[in-house]
């Protein structure tokens, strides 16, 4: 590639780079990642925010900021020599000698920091060993990526122990009430008047069918959703993979919409999307999850858990292959799946038939994700929506029990929700448990419960409002 047209491209991405008007601030410790030499690797699904945060973190930083987006570079046109390129670029457009300098050099000469902020760069070859160039030179490095695989490049091993994830998504509730001009603390939550109530509610609804996409919100415009879907569909799967069953792979993306919250077998999704095979089917599921399209969530059950937390501590002692071995095993078994944001399913399932409680349950997993869970479904006889796994010590223990329900005040409904909480409570020996409702609020205290080996014990479960809970 010509270095007069790698300066084209930079040079006509900066203006909309140095625009930092309208910034909603993300829920985010990044103070963390501003300090310290490693690359910080930013990847979340297209149109959730990563360019505005990456201007966010340029705002907290003094030194030397350089800005390239590699979306609008053709992988097959850029040779390594261009990585030099691009350094002498940075050093006519930025100001920086373009020395190769590490660390306590820059220290000593007085010279800026450097930043590098590069946006979509994983699919440009040898893009991990140019970063770890820059790391050892001493130049901090953020980049962001749409795709979950970018972290674990097939170029090598260049940034083990040089790196930190982070993940973004799509608008929290409380970063949309932020963009609608409202703050609320844990405090306020207990003296809310009626009025103040209702308002929340409102926009608790509007966000719950519109979806977290920040520029579908900031520009009321539903339709940008479908876009993004269609923009992710062609440039992360299709052309990345260089797949021609568009047609079964959609098929296939808007069943899975269809059935949020649901199991399903690999021969099911043959069948319905008119994929050529089982395996076909399996590949293109794990395309859509790389892409952040859906999650899958696998059910565990107690022998599992009990499993894992032998296989890591076999793992500590040098048998690494048991830890694959419980990953399969997970992998294999019985799995749910949720979409990447709420506002798909009206702008690619058309003809879905609304379920608003599996919209519910979307909603509080991907609010679970965002909080850094490890989240897992239950089954016994009864269901539990979903367990969430805690670090304690050296190992994980499961810590949270928590049940979806919309229409809590049905007294079928009820008697099921509880039942299918109290079940998990009782399997992973936990005192408390939560079950999220539309609006309804109250606690209960379930005396005297039978624990299997533990004689009896008391429980509480507490009955809380989803919309309170996302702004916790």
Same mark, same amino acid.
């Given at each position: ?10 040079? #006509? ?11 909603? *601030? ?15 690797? %930013?990847?979340? %699904? ?21 800005? &390239? ?9 850029? $040779? *390594? ?7 002498? &670029? !940075? ?14 050099? %820059? $220290? ?7 930043? @590098? ?8 070859? /040898?893009?991990? #060993? ?71 509610? #409102? ?28 923009? %992710? ?41 008119? &994929? ?14 790389? !892409?952040?399209?859906?999650? =899958? ?41 949720? !979409? ?11 003809? @879905? *038939? ?15 994700? =965002? =909080? ?5 479904? /239950? ?20 810590? $949270? !029990?928590?049940?979806?329900?919309? @229409? ?26 939560? &079950? ?37």
């Amino acid at each position: 590639m010509k270095k007069s047209e790698l300066r084209r491209i930079i040079l #006509s991405r900066q203006p909309s780079f140095q625009k930092h008007q309208d910034l909603i *601030p993300r829920d985010l410790k990044i103070d963390c990642y501003l300090k310290g030499s490693e690359v910080v690797m %930013i990847c979340g %699904i297209r149109g959730c925010g990563k360019t505005s945060f990456l201007k966010q973190i340029a705002d907290r930083l003094d030194g030397i900021k350089v800005y &390239i987006n590699f979306e609008a570079i053709r992988p097959e046109d850029f $040779e *390594p020599r261009n990585f030099q390129d691009l350094r002498d &670029i !940075a050093a006519e457009l930025y100001g920086s000698s373009g020395k190769e300098l590490d660390k306590k050099e %820059i $220290e000593e000469d007085g010279e800026k920091q450097v930043y @590098y902020f590069l946006e979509e760069i994983q699919h440009i070859p /040898f893009w991990e #060993s140019w970063l770890n160039r820059l790391y050892e030179q001493g130049i901090k490095v953020f980049v962001t990526g749409s795709n979950s695989k970018f972290r674990n490049s097939e170029n090598g091993p260049f940034l083990t122990g040089r790196n930190r994830l982070l993940r973004l998504f799509p608008f929290s509730f409380k970063e949309y009430l932020r963009l609608k001009g409202i703050e609320m603390s844990d405090p306020d939550l207990g003296f809310l008047p009626t009025s103040r109530k209702d308002e929340i509610l #409102s926009h608790f609804l509007k966000y719950f069918d519109k979806g977290g996409f920040p520029q579908v919100l900031k520009n009321e415009n539903f339709e940008l959703s479908r876009e993004y879907f269609e923009e %992710i569909l062609r440039k992360e799967i299709l052309d990345r993979h260089e797949i021609t069953d568009a047609e079964g792979l959609r098929r296939l993306v808007v069943f899975l919409f269809s059935n949020v919250a649901s199991e399903y077998s690999f021969e099911t999704l043959k069948k319905v999307s008119g &994929i050529e095979s089982e395996e076909t089917a399996r590949r293109y599921l794990g395309h859509l999850e790389e !892409a952040f399209l859906l999650y =899958r969530v696998p059910m565990l059950n107690h022998s599992q858990d009990i499993a894992n937390d032998q296989d890591k501590a076999d793992n500590r002692n040098g048998n690494r292959n048991l830890e694959l071995n419980w990953k399969e095993t997970v992998m294999a078994a019985s799995c749910k799946v949720y !979409a990447g944001d709420t506002g798909f399913f009206k702008t690619v399932a058309t003809n @879905y *038939p609304d379920s608003l409680g599996l919209r519910f349950e979307n909603l509080v997993f991907l609010e679970l994700l =965002r =909080r850094e869970k490890e989240v897992f479904f /239950f089954r016994d006889r009864r269901e539990c929506d979903f367990v969430v796994k805690h670090d304690v010590g050296q190992g994980q223990e499961i810590m $949270e !029990a928590i049940q979806v329900s919309t @229409y809590f005040g049905d007294p079928t409904v009820r008697k099921r929700e509880i039942g299918g909480l109290l079940g998990a409570m009782k399997e992973y020996g936990l005192k408390e448990g939560l &079950i999220l409702t539309l609006d309804e609020e109250e606690v209960l205290e379930i005396n005297n419960e039978e624990v299997l080996g533990q004689g009896r014990e008391n429980k509480k479960i507490l009955v809380k409002p989803v919309w309170k809970w996302l702004i916790e």
